[in-house]
């Protein structure tokens, strides 16, 4: 059975940092490239950040770019999303995707999400 289960939301005050993270079980974690997504109240889901499976390689949407770190340890079956310099642009439900490295964008497994909310 397929799980991803995320962790780590919460309130944060604007200019402050949170640390997500997404534990898998159920399928070849390493095999898999992880992407975390987010989706704003009234706006699409957007992809954040993505980690390989093969080199570990990430990309970053520019939004994110310099602010957020994906990283993943394949011994824990887990990815991560540190975020710093956080901004009310930044308040979502963030979501963790697992796609076995063959297969295509459309398909994959979600998690159930964490609320992020940046507030002062």
């Known amino acids: 059975q397929v799980q991803l289960v995320e962790s780590g939301g919460g309130l944060v005050q604007p200019g402050g940092s949170l640390r997500l993270s997404c534990a898998a079980s159920?399928?070849?974690?390493?095999?898999?490239?992880m992407t975390w997504y987010r989706q704003a109240p009234g706006k699409e889901r957007e992809l954040v950040a993505t980690?390989?499976?093969?080199?570990?390689?990430?990309n970053y949407a520019d939004s994110v770019k310099g602010r957020f770190t994906i990283s993943r340890d394949n011994a824990k079956n887990a990815v991560y999303l540190q975020m710093t310099s956080l901004t009310l642009e930044d308040t979502a439900i963030y979501y963790c995707h697992a796609r076995h490295r063959a297969w295509p964008r459309s398909q994959g497994y979600w998690g159930q999400g964490t609320q992020v909310t940046v507030s002062s």
């Open positions: 159920g399928f070849t974690f390493s095999s898999y490239v």
């Open positions: 980690i390989t499976s093969t080199d570990g390689s990430t």
